[in-house]
């Protein structure tokens, strides 16, 4: 079986300065999606951290988790949620 879970953070844009919507914050929900059919939902982040702890520990002890999207504005964002949910 293969594991190789993607974080999906929730995000909703703000206006920024100029009051253009160009900045993303993390809407405090994310859902964790693996190709074994794991599949959260998106759910409170420091429930979907247990939820990949749980996995990671149970499935992929070589398990890395990945984000989406990886690029862009929003990925700040999600690499700072990602540590929030991957550290220990
Ligand atoms: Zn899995």
């Not at 919507?21 to 794991?38: D, F, K, N, Q, S």
């Not at 702890?53 to 700072?80: C, D, K, W, Y």
């Amino acid at each position: 079986m293969l594991h190789s879970m993607i974080l999906v953070a929730g995000l909703q844009q703000k206006p920024g300065p100029d009051g253009e919507w160009a900045e993303y914050e993390p809407t405090g929900y994310a859902a964790i999606v693996c190709p074994c059919g794991l599949s959260t939902g998106f759910i409170e982040k420091a429930d979907a951290a247990e939820q990949y702890r749980e996995h990671a520990q149970e499935n992929a002890p070589t398990g890395s988790v990945r984000i989406h999207p990886e690029t862009g504005p929003a990925s700040a964002v999600l690499n700072g949620m990602l540590g929030e949910i991957t550290r220990d």
